[in-house]
């Protein structure tokens, strides 16, 4: 049967307030003209950024269901997308989904939640840490920010390093599995002329090759923007794009969501005013600027 629409298996939580996980995730790669089939790992009221007394639902049980259906329907898709899961556990079932829904023609990326800014969220403890180690082996894409870069790496957080340390903890986690490794929030070593600035790095191990985009730091953290940030990549290289293009294009556009949302007065907990942003999914890109690092060979 002739595939019309591309499809994505999104594994994520589901939160009522605040804008994360699959309620970001699924206008944006509709946008992009990707269906998203979710698979729920947890139901909350809200998302966990800024917010005490959530509920949440934990849906290991009803994980495992739903992929017992879909494997009798012999679906098909185009990428499996893994983020916020709601326990350790249910780490053996996303492992299992890649084993029964991965192959060789689709993509598999992982974003591996575990913290920001240092810590570890909420609901995450070591257990999650050291299974989340396990289960990146199966990626061909992941996309932490530093502070998942350091936590899956055993390394301590700060708040500025040399470029060249990064670069070596990038190949030390594509040596764990995953062939390309996009690291966001990494912070810069130094200012510009005044500016502080925050990059996205990435490794693709099989070119033994490094991208880097260098972005303006922003006064103000929302909730959320990793979940669009990967969203964004993965319709990009969907949509046929080469990697430096889709990390460009996730780049442009959180940038552009921020600042759109730092010129409002609300409580940022509420996460970017993506509603606002969408339109300029579908407009042409003028790129930022990538920047190829020094080749550093694996031999």
């Given at each position: 049967?002739e595939?019309?629409?591309?499809?994505?298996?999104a594994?994520?939580?589901?939160?009522?307030?605040g804008?994360?996980s699959?309620?970001?995730?699924?206008?944006?790669l509709?946008t992009?003209?990707?269906?998203?089939?979710?698979?729920?790992?947890?139901?909350?009221?809200?998302h966990?950024?800024?917010?005490?007394?959530?509920?949440?639902?934990?849906?290991?049980?009803n994980m495992?269901k739903?992929?017992?259906?879909?494997?009798?329907?012999?679906l098909?898709?185009?990428c499996?997308?893994?983020?916020?899961?709601?326990?350790?556990?249910?780490?053996?079932?996303v492992?299992?989904?890649?084993d029964?829904?991965?192959?060789?023609n689709?993509?598999?990326v992982?974003?591996?939640?575990?913290?920001?800014?240092?810590?570890?969220?909420?609901?995450?403890?070591?257990?999650?840490?050291?299974?989340?180690?396990?289960l990146?082996?199966?990626?061909?894409?992941?996309?932490?920010n530093?502070t998942?870069?350091?936590?899956?790496?055993?390394k301590?957080?700060?708040?500025n390093?040399?470029e060249e340390?990064?670069k070596d903890?990038?190949?030390e986690?594509?040596?764990?599995?995953?062939?390309?490794?996009?690291?966001?929030?990494i912070?810069e070593?130094?200012?510009?002329?005044n500016?502080?600035?925050?990059?996205?790095?990435?490794?693709?191990?099989?070119?033994?090759v490094?991208w880097?985009?260098?972005?303006?730091?922003?006064?103000?953290s929302?909730?959320?923007?990793?979940?669009c940030?990967?969203s964004?990549?993965i319709?990009s290289?969907?949509?046929?794009?080469?990697?430096p293009?889709?990390?460009?294009r996730?780049t442009?556009f959180?940038?552009?969501?921020?600042?759109?949302s730092y010129?409002?007065?609300?409580?940022?907990?509420e996460?970017i005013?993506?509603?606002k942003?969408?339109?300029i999914?579908?407009?042409?890109v003028?790129?930022n600027?990538?920047?190829?690092l020094?080749y550093?060979?694996?031999?």
């Amino acid at each position: 049967m002739e595939k019309i629409i591309k499809k994505v298996a999104a594994i994520h939580d589901l939160s009522g307030f605040g804008r994360s996980s699959l309620t970001n995730i699924i206008p944006i790669l509709s946008t992009m003209g990707i269906q998203v089939c979710p698979l729920p790992t947890a139901i909350l009221s809200t998302h966990t950024g800024g917010f005490t007394d959530f509920s949440f639902i934990d849906l290991t049980d009803n994980m495992e269901k739903i992929m017992e259906h879909w494997d009798k329907l012999n679906l098909e898709f185009d990428c499996i997308y893994s983020g916020f899961l709601g326990s350790h556990k249910q780490i053996d079932v996303v492992s299992r989904f890649i084993d029964r829904f991965g192959n060789k023609n689709n993509l598999t990326v992982i974003d591996p939640v575990l913290g920001d800014d240092g810590e570890l969220y909420k609901t995450m403890g070591n257990e999650m840490v050291q299974e989340m180690k396990k289960l990146i082996k199966k990626a061909d894409i992941i996309t932490p920010n530093f502070t998942e870069v350091c936590l899956l790496l055993d390394k301590e957080y700060v708040d500025n390093i040399n470029e060249e340390i990064v670069k070596d903890y990038l190949i030390e986690l594509a040596e764990m599995g995953p062939k390309i490794i996009i690291a966001t929030s990494i912070p810069e070593e130094e200012t510009i002329l005044n500016e502080k600035y925050s990059n996205v790095i990435a490794y693709d191990k099989e070119n033994d090759v490094f991208w880097k985009i260098r972005c303006k730091y922003i006064p103000a953290s929302y909730p959320g923007t990793g979940d669009c940030y990967t969203s964004v990549v993965i319709g990009s290289l969907l949509q046929g794009d080469s990697l430096p293009i889709a990390i460009d294009r996730g780049t442009q556009f959180i940038t552009q969501c921020i600042r759109a949302s730092y010129g409002f007065k609300y409580n940022p907990r509420e996460g970017i005013l993506l509603e606002k942003m969408l339109n300029i999914l579908n407009m042409p890109v003028i790129s930022n600027g990538y920047e190829i690092l020094n080749y550093k060979s694996k031999k």
